[in-house]
């Protein structure tokens, strides 16, 4: 009989890439990690690993194996979903990773709700960039993530996950007041000549933002590079940049940034993401159910 345990580490080797990094995901040492596959080995009488170069590659033998140990943690998944709604009351742990602007908009709010109603569900939150923590999900190191897509983008697809769209928010020019600004701007064309900041290269809404420069017929200046929003919005209403803000970094504050609509006034999305094999936990459903009220009531 294969030991599920060393599949879950094959089923990680196939993931991470390296022993190294199963170590650290598993909380093992490398050592004990080599050890136990070679032991999966003997009981799966085949070869499962092979050197290339530096690296370890699966074997086709293991590829099959690491397909049926995902399906075993699946339906081992899906049990302790079920064992947990046969409780008198809604408990366990979730572990989500956000974005900034929701960390900010959504979960103070969630959070709060899931400690009065439901004191007994510890929600463990960390702040990951979308297309990481979507991919992160997948892997069984978060139970949930509150991810983004911006018109155009579509964010990507991983079997076995399932989303729950949240709300959407505008997503506008943001300029400094007119005592701080550099040149006078009334439209996006008129920001050509300015500094820009945006997120990193790669994140959704750096090719949204660059696209949306593009088809108005310039390429935008970008001096300033930060995924602190929040050091974004200081830069713009200092006068020292321009930027594309969602409506939802606004929540809770005011700025003195001007804000003008974008044309065809584009729509962000957000929406949550989880395992279908989750799904029917009480503790992912309530903090889902947290979360849509939280979005209702920054939407109202």
Do not use: K
């Not at 992160?136 to 897509?149: G, H, L, P, S």
């Amino acid at each position: 009989m294969l030991d599920v345990r060393r599949l879950t580490l094959l089923r990680e080797l196939s993931i991470r890439g390296t022993i190294a990094a199963v170590a650290e995901a598993m909380n093992f040492t490398p050592s004990a990690v080599s050890q136990q596959l070679a032991v999966l080995e003997r009981e799966a009488g085949t070869q499962l690993l092979r050197r290339a170069g530096r690296r370890l590659q699966l074997t086709p033998q293991a590829e099959v194996l690491v397909a049926a140990a995902g399906h075993v943690l699946d339906v081992l998944e899906q049990a302790q979903a079920t064992v947990e709604s046969t409780l008198p009351t809604v408990q366990g742990r979730v572990r989500v990773a956000v974005f900034q602007s929701a960390a900010l908009a959504l979960m103070p709010s969630a959070l709060h709700a899931m400690a009065t109603e439901h004191p007994d569900v510890r929600v463990e939150m960390v702040q990951r960039e979308p297309e990481t923590a979507l991919h992160e999900t997948w892997a069984r190191d978060f139970d949930m993530v509150i991810a983004e897509q911006y018109p155009a983008h579509a964010a990507p697809h991983l079997s076995g996950l399932v989303r729950s769209d949240l709300t959407t928010d505008a997503v506008r020019l943001a300029l400094p007041p007119v005592e701080t600004a550099l040149l006078p701007v009334s439209s996006l064309e008129d920001a050509e000549a300015l500094p820009w900041v945006m997120e990193p290269r790669g994140t959704a809404s750096r090719h949204f933002a660059e696209q949306t420069c593009r088809r108005s017929g310039f390429e935008p200046d970008v001096r300033y590079e930060t995924a602190d929003l929040q050091t974004q919005i200081r830069l713009i209403e200092s006068g020292n940049a321009v930027g594309l803000m969602p409506d939802l970094v606004w929540t809770g504050r005011t700025t003195t940034c001007r804000l003008l609509d974008l044309p065809e006034r584009p729509r962000r999305t957000i929406f949550t993401v989880g395992r279908s094999a989750a799904a029917s936990s009480p503790a992912v459903r309530a903090l889902r159910i947290a979360l849509e009220q939280a979005a209702a009531s920054v939407a109202a």
